[in-house]
Nanobody
């Protein structure tokens, strides 16, 4: 499966942005998908994840209540709605997919496929 993240950009603090992850190739709807982010000089970290059905979701504590992950199987996309953005949310955001069907994974090494990232910049 090939993944491509898009929708990043520049937004002011307190603003909103929705990024998406498009997939092509295999049966994307059967994969769990995670969003990760990496700021310059920092490790890549888990942001949010959604299982294959879309009914199970997980969020990092630092985005709970602000970000929402969802998936649209009809158009093979997973979205990350980001509200009340903060300057510390500035990073390149990556989507990743895994065939794992258990609890949502947070470890980068457990994901099988990665897309190119999309840059989100939040100005203060």
């Amino acid at each position: 499966v090939q993944l491509q993240a898009s929708g990043g950009g520049l937004v002011q603090a307190g603003g909103s942005l929705r990024i998406s992850c498009a997939a092509s190739g295999s049966t994307y709807s059967s994969y769990a998908v995670g969003w990760f982010r990496q700021a310059p000089g920092s490790d890549r970290e888990f942001v949010a994840g959604i299982n294959w059905s879309g009914y199970s979701k997980d969020y990092a504590d630092f985005v709970k209540g602000r970000f929402t992950i969802s998936r649209d199987k009809a158009d093979n996309r997973v979205y990350l709605q980001m509200n009340n953005l903060k300057p510390e949310d500035t990073a390149t955001y990556y989507c990743a997919a895994t065939v794992w069907v258990g609890p949502i994974l947070r470890e980068t090494g457990r994901y099988d496929y990665w897309g190119r990232g999309t840059l989100v910049t939040v100005s203060s």
